[in-house]
């Protein structure tokens, strides 16, 4: 039976942190204290059990560290420096691998560090505070482990940091990395050798699956593995380590290992994983994970992985607090309790009618995507039809593609030609992994879009709760099962009705007009404000159609680029068009004179400054300022885009055009404080933003309008990390068709047709 006392440890220790972390200070300092004397009196009197203690003296302890964590942050010097964005001296040691986003003023090398001696304004401070190193290209790139000294100046951070490092000098190394660190790094660049030959969607696959090193991968491929939920194959997760460990436990037997040494070689196996993977809070999470699931796997497991369960999430909570309010934790965590508390249930109900293997094959995935979706639904808005098939299918792959990669790796330090020929099954292994991810991705109703809002989450969360009892009585009888199996395989293959289109409360439409921009405002019935036409007539119109647009009162071109002007002719196309404005320079003349042929006139420019209301939409122009030029090397035409705040229904939108980032900074200044809840990325999720920018306007939604398979490299992945990292969901119409924003009670929607 699995021990429940020892998951209310956890679940206390969970909730402590997530009270301090999201509820004012007084706010979570009250309620830890009501819930910690009310607990304490249902003990002294009896009506529990003292042994329900634990659970909450968890909860006051990691609420006590998450408060304690964030007070040492906010009262750090480092902090206080920042706010007057000083220049100071520091000895810090970089603790992540250094990687390159697109900065405002060109790329820059992104790192987290610990900074232990600060000196500055006459003052010098020994310490240990976690900072964001933020260098410039130019800068040396500094290896993980590596200790050094320079002259930075501090910025402002969030709430995980005490400052942004921004060096003014050049480093100076006090200590190379240490030698785990260089062996980890030693491991991960042979990985990569061993399969540098391959395909090369499989070249970066292999790495991911070891070590979860995915920086190279397809943008597009990753958007496939998440709708058909094998995205946790693409991160360090506990089934690396149990893989991993599993092979080493293994060769140990086989090399004669029994009793305590087994132990003590799967600690060194846990060990040598957490370096190379790199010891950072998701990794040893994803350990924590892999160990508890390996306690799993042993006799009693049940009860010994549910009493680990709890452990380890205690204990992770008691370092690093702010884990709780990360998505892979929940995802991590939940599947770990899913599978230790409904699979073996489920596995028995279908063991009534077949093998243990399919029993267990089939039970496993599908209780870690019962107890995930919820969490991935959130965080996606979709939920996945594909994912038990695509999870079973590439199941057999897994493994060989993990142990065999990493193998691969380790002979290939001694001798690189019998590490490609050991990787070369891992290689073939992860060619069939990225080959499931794409056929399941290209099922008609491979996902279905979810709501993620209050409401839809907490029916979602019911419905996965009632298939905790309902699970076993449909699995073990072959014909309810069956049944069940196909009526998912019809929903999957084809495409239910879905309800009337364009979806109700609909505000924004992104139309997937390929590469280019077709955005359409509601006005009223049958009515929109339309900014940019796209590239293709036939697309624009047939988007137009589908919403039932009849009447344009006002349609704005950006600017005269072919990919958002070419398409006005299906703008036009049995519509009653009003007012067309543009932008004031002319430029390219060929789009300029197309549009001029298709209007029957010239567009009127658009007023820098001026707000009016068009049916339901507000709007007001924000960019470009009279007088104002590109700066050189930047495309004139697109710093010239007119930049449009709009409003519909209370939602809040930013149209950006093709602003390039020294527009953005511009508009950064004009506009002190912006807000939106939804951001129309500019120049298609060119890799060239002014990330700042973009991240500090509060959006909720980020839509990016691209083609497919374009030859630009739109979205850079770089931009797609920096607004997932600042809670963005970012739909893109390459992989989702129309994108609508819909405006529902308690906060914003996302319907999609791809």
């Known amino acids: 039976m699995p021990d429940l006392r020892a998951l209310a440890l956890g679940a206390g220790a969970w909730v402590g942190a997530l009270v301090v972390l999201l509820l004012p200070g007084r706010a979570a300092l009250g309620l830890v204290l009501l819930v910690a004397a009310a607990g304490t009196a249902l003990v002294v009197r009896r009506h529990v059990a003292p042994g329900w203690l634990g659970p909450l003296a968890a909860l006051v302890a990691v609420a006590g560290v998450a408060a304690l964590q964030q007070t040492l942050v906010a009262t750090s010097p480092l902090a206080a420096l920042a706010e007057d964005g000083a220049v100071v001296d520091l000895r810090l040691e970089v603790t992540s691998d250094v990687r390159t986003v697109a900065g405002q003023y060109g790329d820059l090398q992104v790192a987290q560090a610990d900074v232990s001696r600060l000196e500055g304004r006459g003052s010098a401070w020994s310490l240990d505070a976690p900072v964001v190193l933020m260098a410039d290209a130019d800068w040396p790139r500094v290896p993980l482990g590596t200790t050094v000294e320079t002259t930075a100046r501090l910025v402002p951070g969030d709430d995980e940091v005490a400052a942004l490092v921004r060096p003014t000098g050049e480093p100076r190394v006090v200590a190379e990395p240490g030698v785990w660190w260089d062996a980890a790094a030693a491991v991960r660049r042979s990985v990569r050798a061993v399969v540098a030959g391959r395909d090369a969607d499989a070249r970066e696959l292999v790495p991911a699956l070891v070590v979860g090193d995915d920086g190279g991968l397809d943008p597009a491929l990753s958007d496939d593995f998440r709708t058909t939920g094998l995205t946790h194959l693409l991160a360090v997760s506990g089934t690396n380590l149990t893989l991993v460990v599993g092979a080493v436990l293994v060769l140990g ?227 309810s099962a069956l049944a069940c199996t196909g009526l998912l395989v019809v929903v999957m293959l084809v495409r239910p009705p879905s309800p009337g289109w364009p979806p109700e409360g609909w505000v924004l439409v992104a139309c997937d007009v390929g590469q280019g921009d077709g955005l359409v405002l509601r006005a009223g019935p049958h009515a929109a404000v339309i900014v940019d036409a796209g590239p293709d007539p036939a697309a624009m119109d047939a988007c137009l159609d589908r919403l039932e647009i009849a009447e344009v009162p006002l349609l704005v071109l950006t600017h005269f680029h072919a990919d958002h002007v070419d398409g006005v002719a299906g703008v036009l196309a049995g519509r009653e068009v009003g ?163 819909v405006a529902r009670e308690g906060g914003l929607g996302v319907v999609t047709r791809d």
């Not at 060194?268 to 010891?279: E, N, P, Q």
């Not at 991810?437 to 809002?453: I, K, S």
């Open 253 to 479: 037997r086989w090399a004669g290992v029994r009793g305590r040494w087994l132990r003590v070689l799967a600690a060194a196996g846990i060990v040598g994983f957490v370096v190379t993977a790199r010891a950072e809070p998701s990794v040893v999470r994803a350990a924590a994970m892999g160990t508890v699931a390996l306690l799993g796997m042993g006799s009693n497991g049940r009860s010994r992985g549910t009493r680990g369960l709890g452990v380890a999430v205690l204990a992770l909570l008691l370092v690093w607090p702010r884990l709780a309010v990360t998505a892979g934790f929940a995802l991590s965590v939940l599947a770990t309790a899913g599978i230790l508390l409904l699979a073996p249930v489920w596995r028995d109900a279908l063991m009534r009618w077949t093998p243990r293997w399919v029993a267990e094959a089939v039970s496993i995935p599908l209780a870690a995507q019962v107890a995930c979706t919820p969490v991935v639904a959130a965080l996606s808005g979709q939920v996945s039809l594909v994912a038990v098939a695509a999870n079973l299918l590439t199941a057999p792959a897994v493994a060989p593609a993990t142990v065999l990669g990493l193998g691969g790796g380790l002979l290939g330090l001694a001798w690189t030609p019998i590490g490609v020929v050991v990787a070369a099954p891992a290689a073939w292994s992860a060619q069939w992994i990225i080959a499931v991810a794409r056929w399941g991705a290209d099922v008609p109703g491979a996902a279905v879009a979810w709501g993620t809002g209050p409401l839809a989450l907490v029916l979602l969360t019911l419905g996965c709760l009632a298939s905790v009892p309902l699970a076993p009585r449909v699995l073990r009888h072959p014909g």
């Open 579 to 741: 007012e067309v404005e543009a932008t004031g320079l002319l430029e390219p003349a060929d789009g300029v004179r197309d549009v001029g042929a298709a209007l029957g006139r010239d567009p009127g420019p658009a007023s820098y400054g001026s707000t009016r209301t068009v049916g339901d939409v507000t709007l007001q122009v924000v960019w470009p300022r009279p007088g104002v030029r590109a700066d050189p090397g930047e495309s004139a035409p697109n710093d010239a885009s007119v930049v449009l705040v709009a409003e519909v229904d209370g939602v809040r939108i930013l149209l950006t055009g093709d602003v390039e980032p020294s527009a953005q900074a511009a508009l950064a200044r004009d506009l002190p404080g912006l807000r939106v809840d939804v951001l129309k990325v500019p120049h298609h999720g060119s890799r060239h933003q002014d990330l700042d920018w973009l991240t500090s306007l509060g959006a909720r939604v980020a839509l990016v309008s691209v083609g497919a398979d374009n030859d630009y490299g739109h979205p850079a992945p770089d931009l797609l990390a920096a607004l997932d990292a600042a809670g963005l969901r970012t739909w893109r119409t390459d992989t989702s068709g129309d994108v609508v924003v």
